[in-house]
């Protein structure tokens, strides 16, 4: 059950100047011990111009995890300034602070995780292929292939995880009353064809190749430790109150985490909500690409890559409210039949819905080692869309939005940029032998000291550029609807100043506001873009023959030479009193020096 830990909880401050003090979690949060046993096995068989590939693996996953949820064991406490936000709260201008919110004791959100141990979800990978790389004339090599690929849902050990139907709310116990013990469907069609081509024309004297390629293939995403079964009633019990959005009081800070306390189970409580066809990612790419040999053992290509995705798992906010005009909402149909979850707190739910597609056009340049000189040289300018993050997205740069949609019931108005979409991308990895000193092209006639000093030095550099990524801009949910990935209104284009610093901003702030009382905001995904990235490294090496035997090697490594900040993202949320900011960078120049003896 809910036992109690002592030491302070966590109190954050949403959009405030400070962050929080305590901690959502005195002792252990979470634990992932796991086990894979891989058993495998593959044959070749080569017969004239073919040689067939045939094979099959099984992977059994033991997963053993321990989680608080996503609120923690010692729980939490959240403020946000919507109740010290002027006269008029609901108005998007008017802003409140946090720490105000927090003196005067008035809570935005509250919450507790679970403290009732681990879990044993159990899982097999089933696959076989078989694959043929035909070589149909002396120019042109076809690969025809087809995997099929099994899942199996996941089981816990003990049958301790529940469901319910989506929309009747009955409770469904694993294994019980002709239920499944995983309680969703098994996917049995996972078929995965492969066709690629290589034509190396006798025309074009043979230095010149196309090549191009179609596949399918699946993955089963992760789906977040604090979604999965085992974490619903009668098993565990995870409380949240939420009051986002509102101007009448909800709880007090004197109050801690007593109101989530109450006779009734499911009062206040989280409930996990698996749609029954999850299923594994569908995932096609294709490509087409031109290579051709140039003197001095270089190779160019260029080439089309694109990617679309389907299928892919998304965590869905089933408990939001329908929103059918301003300040008019219905409540939400899922789990709508079942009396005794009227006063549930959350539905966090789970399915493979989500959608992703990427093209690019893809250059590089490699010249092997001739002349002291070997480099590799790449360009890619691509765009990449989709209406799903996953579950965790990331941070630095790659600021994410919310992994839930803002409308459950708008799933067009999710479809943008991935939040690491960078448009364009450089990178130019080379090594070059400087031509001076003994068996050079400069200094072969040198005296041994200057030869010692100043030959035989070995230089390499990486380079890489990129385009920033979007940025998603947030604000409180005020629509009423519960949403869990609240966007603010967008009223002009949003490109800002980009400057750097407290104090300042990166974006144009004027051009976002607050969503007016009863709506939703009308911002994208991914309206704006930040800092792009620009390091250079640089290291240099030299060998020193002592003797025959005994060599001594030096080396000088200066990782982003330049010192060239790598600035973070900006404080994307319009509720914010920071709102358009960047306070953090990383990437410092790094210099370290090395010798090392060989004998």
Same mark, same amino acid.
Request: hydrophobic share 35%; with cysteine.
């Given at each position: ?10 109190? *954050? ?11 959502? %979690? ?7 011990? !796991?086990?894979?046993?891989? $058993? ?12 067939? /590939?045939?094979? =099959? ?6 997963? !053993?995890? #321990? ?15 919507? $109740? ?53 004339? &002396? ?39 002709? %239920? ?24 074009? &004297?043979? /230095? ?16 977040? *430790? ?12 995870? #409380? ?12 007090? *800070? ?82 709508? @039949? ?40 790449? +360009? ?6 989709? &209406?799903?993050? @996953?579950?965790?997205?990331?941070? =630095? ?6 992994? $839930?949609?803002?409308?459950? +019931? ?19 990895? +080379?090594? $070059?032998?400087?031509? #001076?000193?003994? @068996? ?10 200057? !030869? ?48 750097? =610093?407290?104090?300042? *901003?990166?974006? &144009? ?24 990235? /620009? ?35 900006? !404080? ?23 010798? /090392?003896?060989?004998?």
């Amino acid at each position: 059950g809910q036992r109690p830990r002592s030491g302070l909880m966590a109190l *954050t401050f949403s959009g405030g100047l400070a962050s929080g003090l305590g901690s959502a %979690n005195i002792g252990t949060q979470q634990r992932f011990p !796991n086990n894979t046993f891989h $058993y495998a096995d593959n044959v070749t068989i080569i017969r004239g111009r073919h040689m067939v /590939k045939t094979g =099959g693996q099984l992977l059994r996953q033991q997963m !053993n995890p #321990f989680y608080a949820g996503n609120w923690g064991r010692t729980g939490q406490i959240r403020f946000n300034g919507q $109740y010290t936000a002027g006269p008029d709260a609901t108005r998007p201008t008017s802003r409140g602070f946090a720490e105000a919110d927090f003196f005067l004791g008035y809570v935005e959100w509250a919450g507790r995780g679970v403290n009732t141990g681990s879990w044993g979800h159990r899982k097999i990978i089933l696959g076989f292929y078989v694959q043929d790389d035909w070589r149909a004339t &002396d120019e042109l090599t076809l690969n025809l292939g087809i995997r099929w690929e099994y899942h199996s849902p996941l089981v816990e050990v003990k049958d301790r995880q529940s469901n319910f139907e989506p929309f009747s709310g009955r409770l469904m116990l694993a294994g019980k009353d002709g %239920n499944s013990r995983a309680l969703y469907y098994p996917f049995k069609k996972d078929f995965q064809p492969r066709v690629g081509f290589a034509w190396t024309p006798a025309a074009l &004297d043979r /230095k010149m190749v196309f090549r191009g390629a179609y596949t399918i293939s699946s993955f089963m995403e992760g789906t977040g *430790t604090n979604l999965r079964l085992p974490l619903n009633p009668p098993f565990n019990y995870e #409380f949240e109150a939420i009051y986002t959005g509102q101007t009448a009081l909800g709880s007090t *800070t004197d109050q801690g985490l007593t109101v989530l306390k109450a006779m009734d189970p499911y009062r206040n409580a989280t409930i996990r909500l698996w749609d029954p066809f999850v299923r594994p990612a569908n995932v096609q790419q294709w490509s087409f690409i031109i290579e051709r040999q140039l003197p001095s053992q270089t190779v160019v290509s260029i080439g089309y890559v694109g990617q679309h995705g389907t299928h892919l798992v998304v965590p869905m906010p089933y408990f939001q409210r329908r929103l059918t005009a301003p300040g008019v909402s219905q409540p939400s149909p899922y789990l709508s @039949g079942n009396p005794q979850l009227a006063s549930i707190a959350q539905i966090s739910g789970t399915e493979s819905c989500g959608n992703q597609r990427y093209d690019s056009l893809q250059v590089t340049a490699r010249k092997r080692l001739t002349a002291g000189l070997e480099y590799h040289l790449s +360009y890619t300018w691509s765009k990449g869309m989709s &209406d799903a993050i @996953g579950y965790y997205g990331e941070g =630095g740069q790659a600021a994410s939005q919310s992994a $839930y949609w803002q409308n459950l +019931y708008d799933r067009k108005g999710e479809w943008g940029p991935t939040y690491f979409d960078a448009a364009h991308m450089l990178n130019l990895v +080379y090594t $070059y032998d400087l031509p #001076f000193g003994q @068996g050079r092209k400069f200094g072969s006639g040198w005296h041994p000291v200057a !030869n010692a000093v100043l030959g035989g030095w070995r230089m390499g550099g990486i380079l890489a550029l990129r385009s920033g990524f979007p940025l998603t801009i947030q604000a409180t949910d005020r629509s009423g609807t519960r949403s869990r990935g609240a966007r603010a209104d967008r009223i002009g284009n949003g490109e800002g100043p980009k400057q750097v =610093g407290a104090g300042t *901003t990166w974006l &144009d702030r004027s051009a976002f506001k607050e969503p007016v009382s009863g709506t939703l905001g009308n911002s994208g995904i991914g309206v704006v873009r930040g800092p792009g990235w /620009k390091t250079f490294s640089l290291a240099l090496a030299k060998w020193f023959s002592l003797t025959e035997r005994w060599k001594l090697e030096f080396r000088s490594e200066a990782d982003n030479l330049t010192n060239t900040p790598q600035f973070s993202s900006p !404080n994307r949320n319009a509720s914010s009193a920071t709102f358009g900011e960047i306070t953090g960078s990383q990437g410092d120049r790094s210099i370290q020096f090395a010798l /090392k003896l060989h004998f």
